[in-house]
């Protein structure tokens, strides 16, 4: 099945602004996850109540990435994320504005659905984006997405810094970004899919059913990789601190880093997979995740741990956007652009599985057994990802994914 062509400039925009819409919900997000403690002060919210409202966030974002599944079948992803991205940055500010604990938590309810709808819309973009060029450059979108973290994150160390009211920090950065997001929206590029019956927009032929089970490796690994990331951002500051023996200014120097590097890796990861092809980096990545797992659960101080993290960044940062890749080629391959948005907002829920047991996974084990024993088991489970490396090739004997290749003056 061949992609309808798209005019190079068009093409150009379109990955361009995708961009820049991954960006603005790294920073976004960054900003929310960063000031918990100060969210949790302001509301007087308990340290008992308090997981109750973060894991109030991922539920609500999977119900947002399952009800966007059935909104592309009428609507295209491009309206879907035109509309969810704005109100993602709304309710980042509600979050520090509003004047009571019910109303935080009407704003965090908020957040986490209209977060599934988007992160699931702006991967289904990036997927059949991906397509029309004909060659690997999902990376590269969840680069800017790390960039945006990285920038989402020093500004709440900014805020923190200079002691700024959660409005005041919010206020600012949502006035520039909101207009950003509807200005970048103006040029997002959608799949085509234009049947011989209609034609209409966002109807499609109809979609023969996409088997959950076929999908589940892929589905798996999505919630391997998010268990380890989540071990990364929720352990690595505690484990430096008290199992290696650092100060408390060096303990937070690990996710800092784990981010620099995620950036790095993703900014390169297309190329590599381009001259390498997609199996051969997701086993690479793997492997060496798991070889930062190991180091951190062995080392013997605090700067081998981080030597250890610094490791995790470079391997987990290119699983999760070929695993997306492989989701959406799959369904593609099978039954068209409508299945691919099928698979992409099926597998962005295991995002969130993953999110939400990591964390506690390794608390638990950390207290009943060792933190040092706990950070073996996202090592192993990342390691599963071998046994499904295969899933993410391409078919034989075709260019890229599958599609046609463009001509070298079409795109950029």
């Not at 209209?114 to 992160?119: I, M, N, R, Y």
């Not at 829920?349 to 608390?363: D, K």
């Not at 599963?384 to 950029?412: H, I, K, M, N």
Request: with cysteine; proline share 5%.
């Amino acid at each position: 099945m061949t992609v309808p062509r798209v005019p190079g400039a068009r093409l150009r925009h379109g990955r361009v602004s995708l961009a820049l819409s991954f960006f603005v919900q790294g920073a976004v997000f960054a900003l929310l996850v960063t000031r918990i403690p100060a969210i949790q002060d302001r509301y007087g919210i308990s340290d008992a109540l308090l997981p109750a409202f973060l894991a109030a966030v991922p539920v609500l974002a999977g119900v947002g990435s399952v009800g966007t599944e059935q909104l592309v079948k009428r609507v295209r992803p491009s309206r879907v994320l035109r509309c969810a991205q704005p109100v993602v940055c709304l309710a980042l500010l509600a979050v520090g504005a509003v004047g009571s604990m019910a109303q935080v938590a009407v704003a965090l309810a908020v957040f986490g659905l209209s977060v599934g709808a988007l992160d699931a819309s702006m991967n289904m973009l990036g997927v059949s984006l991906q397509r029309a060029y004909g060659r690997s450059i999902m990376l590269g979108f969840h680069a800017a997405y790390s960039l945006g973290g990285i920038v989402g994150a020093s500004l709440a160390w900014a805020g923190a810094h200079w002691q700024l009211s959660l409005a005041l920090l919010y206020g600012p950065v949502v006035a520039v970004l909101v207009p950003l997001a509807l200005i970048v929206g103006r040029w997002f590029v959608d799949r085509e899919r234009q049947d011989a019956a209609g034609g209409q927009e966002g109807a499609a032929a109809a979609v023969a059913p996409l088997a959950m089970r076929l999908l589940l490796p892929l589905c798996l690994v999505m919630a391997f990789a998010y268990i380890g990331d989540s071990t990364v951002s929720n352990w690595s500051a505690k484990y430096l601190q008290d199992v290696l023996g650092s100060s408390e200014q060096l303990a937070t120097v690990p996710y800092n880093v784990y981010m620099v590097t995620t950036l790095l890796g993703r900014a390169v990861g297309d190329l590599g997979v381009r001259r390498f092809g997609a199996v051969a980096v997701v086993r690479t990545g793997t492997v060496v995740a798991a070889g930062g797992f190991a180091v951190v659960a062995a080392a013997p101080g605090a700067w081998a741990g981080m030597a250890g993290f610094t490791l995790l960044g470079l391997g987990l940062c290119v699983i999760v956007p070929q695993t997306f890749a492989a989701a959406g080629r799959y369904a593609f391959e099978r039954h068209g652009p409508g299945a691919s948005d099928m698979a992409v907002a099926r597998l962005n829920i295991f995002n969130y599985v993953g999110f939400l047991i990591g964390s506690p996974l390794v608390g638990a084990l950390g207290d009943a057994w060792s933190y040092r024993g706990a950070m073996l088991v996202p090592m192993v489970l990342v390691l599963v990802t071998l046994v499904y490396a295969r899933s993410f090739g391409a078919p034989e004997a075709r260019y890229g994914d599958g599609y046609e290749r463009p001509r070298t003056a079409d795109v950029g």
